[in-house]
């Protein structure tokens, strides 16, 4: 990568899942494209050394990477914004350590796309689980009493039933480029000047919701968020978030989300919908 210009500022926040992030940043490095990026890679584990161990043991030695090590969890959004004040480049990419990138042209076809399209904020690619299934990295703008009802029998409930499927964007066509309300920060890119704008993810969020508040922010902006399959990237396809409404009483990871989901809704519940608002917006000009 001699002699190009640094374009991208890429961000993996790693929890328990060393081995992983080390295919991660490996398949990083694998790529073939006509700039620099630089990569942070943070441990966030904290109760557990030989993660930030074997980090360094595989990782340092490359190019335009620094590992950090954290000396406590201090969560999702926190621990991505470790590196503000010291992103370069146009773009600022926050990626889960499961991810994996097998296409050597994938960095490439997003920043192309981005440069081409100035309007666009955040962009994420279509994501594969290990077990090929497309995982749904769409969302709509969330509801609390939807978020509550998919994890409960509610979620079949005639009244509620096309309400939860929509929520999840069961009726989306993963395979077109197209807006979207809000998309996971699993494997999102973000135009640095919005980022900057917003002062990178939201803090108020410990785990959850920074990045439906960072797509919310984008819109209100008048930004787009595209969710963009022509760049396939691969998943686990383990959520963290994952379980029912019982899990609440001994998953602190489940109650982090419950207490990012409310915050998210006191935050919002009156400000009318961005994205509606951005497309009328552009109707009356």
């Known amino acids: 990568?001699?002699?190009?210009?640094?374009?991208?500022?890429?961000?993996?926040?790693?929890?328990?899942?060393?081995?992983?992030?080390?295919?991660?940043?490996?398949?990083?490095?694998?790529?073939?494209?006509?700039?620099?990026?630089?990569?942070?890679?943070?441990?966030?584990?904290?109760?557990?050394?030989?993660?930030?161990?074997?980090?360094?043991?595989?990782?340092?030695?490359?190019?335009?990477?620094?590992?950090?090590?954290?000396?406590t969890n201090i969560g999702y959004s926190r621990g991505n914004n470790i590196v503000k004040g010291r992103e370069e480049g146009d773009y600022v990419f926050v990626v889960n350590p499961d991810i994996i990138f097998k296409d050597s042209d994938s960095?490439?076809?997003?920043?192309?796309?981005?440069?081409?399209?100035?309007?666009?904020?955040?962009?994420?690619?279509?994501?594969?689980?290990?077990?090929?299934?497309?995982?749904?990295?769409v969302r709509a703008f969330p509801k609390f009493y939807l978020q509550v009802a998919r994890r409960t029998f509610l979620r079949n409930l005639p009244?509620?039933?096309?309400?939860?499927?929509?929520?999840?964007?069961r009726h989306l066509d993963y395979s077109k480029i197209q807006d979207v309300d809000w998309l996971q920060s699993s494997c999102f890119v973000v135009r640095r000047d919005f980022w900057e704008k917003v002062g990178g993810l939201n803090e108020e969020y410990f785990l959850f919701m920074t990045d439906a508040q960072m797509c919310f922010d984008a819109w209100n902006m008048g930004?787009?968020?595209?969710?963009?399959?022509?760049?396939?990237?691969?998943?686990?396809?383990?959520?963290?978030?994952?379980?029912?409404?019982?899990?609440?009483?001994?998953?602190w990871v489940l109650r982090a989300h419950v207490l990012d989901a409310?915050?998210?809704?006191?935050?919002?519940?009156?400000?009318?919908?961005?994205?509606k608002k951005y497309y009328q917006n552009k109707k009356n000009k």
Do not use: C
Request: proline share 3%; charged share 30%; net charge positive.
């Open 107 to 137: 960095l490439q076809k997003i920043v192309d796309y981005m440069d081409a399209n100035p309007d666009i904020a955040i962009l994420g690619p279509q994501q594969i689980n290990d077990d090929g299934g497309i995982t749904m990295s």
């Open 262 to 275: 409310l915050k998210y809704q006191f935050k919002n519940f009156w400000l009318e919908n961005p994205r």
């Open 159 to 169: 009244i509620l039933k096309e309400k939860v499927a929509y929520d999840e964007m």
């Open 1 to 71: 990568m001699e002699d190009k210009k640094i374009k991208i500022t890429i961000v993996v926040l790693n929890y328990q899942k060393a081995r992983r992030t080390v295919k991660n940043v490996k398949s990083i490095f694998s790529q073939k494209i006509n700039f620099h990026f630089k990569v942070f890679v943070i441990e966030n584990t904290a109760h557990k050394k030989d993660e930030g161990e074997l980090l360094k043991k595989e990782l340092s030695g490359l190019e335009n990477l620094e590992i950090i090590i954290n000396k």
């Open 223 to 251: 930004y787009r968020v595209v969710y963009y399959p022509e760049v396939k990237v691969y998943a686990d396809g383990r959520r963290v978030s994952d379980g029912g409404f019982l899990k609440f009483f001994r998953s």
